[in-house]
Nanobody
Framework: QVQLVESGGGLVQPGGSLTLTCVAS????????MGWFRRAPGKERELVAT???????RYADSVKGRFTISRDNAKNTVYLQMNSLKPEDTAVYYC????????WGQGTRVTVSS
């Protein structure tokens, strides 16, 4: 099992930046995939970015060029660097991991507003 705890959300102005952090309860060295999803108000959960254990990345078209996912295996941590934030990025962001099963964090809220 893997427990995931997110942090780093908050209120930011359009054009600003935030870095989300997801700390896993155990080593992520053998975790196949990790990533970030989000659920905006009134919308379904959607994929934001994923990172495989071989370093492969995948991004939603809406965040390409603005968001970067990375992982630090030594710290059991996955990051989501978010730049040039837009109001439409407002959502609850969830950390996700796949290792024989899907695991989810409880979410961290990001609000982009002036």
């Amino acid at each position: 099992q893997v427990q995931l705890v997110e942090s780093g959300g908050g209120l930011v102005q359009p054009g600003g930046s935030l870095t989300l952090t997801c700390v896993a309860s155990r080593s992520i060295f053998s975790v196949n995939m990790m990533g970030w999803f989000r659920r905006a108000p009134g919308k379904e959960r959607e994929l934001v970015a994923t990172l495989s254990d071989n370093g492969g990345t995948r991004y939603a078209d809406s965040v390409k060029g603005r968001f970067t996912i990375s992982r630090d295996n030594a710290k059991n941590t996955v990051y989501l660097q978010m730049n040039s934030l837009k109001p439409e990025d407002t959502a609850v962001y969830y950390c996700w991991a796949f290792s024989r099963d899907n695991y989810w964090g409880q979410g961290t809220r990001v609000t982009v507003s002036s």
